[in-house]
């Protein structure tokens, strides 16, 4: 079936790194595009970053600078690079796929961490990334 599986997440120091890994099987993240979503101790849920079918990118001001995401085709994989970590960051990290064609509806906001409400086809588990000062 298809299916996202992400790794990667947990304990981490403020100021720290962490690489979250997402795998897709059933379909082609070349194809759909793959991005990071993330729901915060308030419980916001804020695109993290994004690479589109297309090739563009977009990241969460937040992320602007600090994470990195990057595309493997070859292995199917997507891959978010985090820096310079603080406590705001510590939340349940989502990865995503199957984003609309049109850059527009590309949401930088959900109501709720879904794949309904976030407007994509392919939702992980969570995975989640807690950082200790």
């Known amino acids: 079936g298809e299916q996202l599986v992400e790794s990667g997440g947990g304990p981490v120091q403020a100021g720290g790194s962490l690489r979250l890994s997402c795998r897709a099987s059933?379909?082609?993240?070349?194809?759909?595009?793959i991005g990071w979503y993330r729901r915060t101790a308030g419980n916001e849920c804020e695109l993290v970053a994004l690479?589109?079918?297309?090739?563009?990118?977009v990241y969460g001001d937040f992320a602007m600078g600090r994470f990195a995401i990057s595309l493997d085709n070859a292995a199917n994989t997507g891959d978010l690079l985090m820096d310079s970590l603080s406590g705001e960051d510590t939340a349940v990290y989502y990865c995503a796929a199957g984003f609309p064609f049109s850059t527009y509806l590309r949401r930088r906001k959900c109501d709720v961490c879904s794949p309904t409400a976030c407007g994509v086809q392919y939702w992980g588990q969570g995975t989640q990334v807690t950082v200790s000062s």
């Open positions: 059933g379909f082609d993240l070349e194809d759909s595009g």
């Open positions: 690479i589109g079918d297309e090739g563009s990118t």
